[in-house]
Nanobody, 124 residues
């Protein structure tokens, strides 16, 4: 199993950038697909981006395409979310999750392990 731990959240002005990191313990990290989800107050959790175990395939929700980039370094057991051109509507708690089937899926229910989340706040 893996235990994801997110970091890198914070307060940024609109148009700015942040890079989130998710460090996952466990020797089998490289076998897991990884996803970044977010949840804003009063809204459902949504998948922002996901990446397969090899990094060969990715998924992005339409609202972040061209602004966010997901990547992973299996040697460091870490997945990243580079967020550029941030907007106030990107404000949310961002979660990292691991999928034991190694896929890049957008449905929260298929993910097996979750981090505690990191707050991202974008001011206008």
């Amino acid at each position: 199993q893996v235990q994801p731990v997110e970091s890198g959240g914070g307060l940024v002005q609109a148009g700015g950038s942040l890079r989130l990191s998710c460090a996952a313990s466990g020797r089998t990290f490289s076998q897991y697909g990884m996803g970044w989800f977010r949840q804003a107050p009063g809204k459902e959790r949504e998948c922002v981006a996901a990446i397969t175990w090899s990094g060969g395939n990715t998924y992005y929700v339409d609202s972040v395409k061209g602004r966010f980039t997901i990547s992973r370094d299996n040697a460091k057991n870490t997945v990243y979310l580079q967020m550029n051109s941030l907007k106030p509507e990107d404000t949310a708690v961002y979660y990292c999750a691991a999928d034991r089937y190694g896929l890049a899926r957008a449905v929260a229910d298929v993910y097996d392990y979750w981090g505690q989340g990191t707050q991202v706040t974008v001011s206008s």
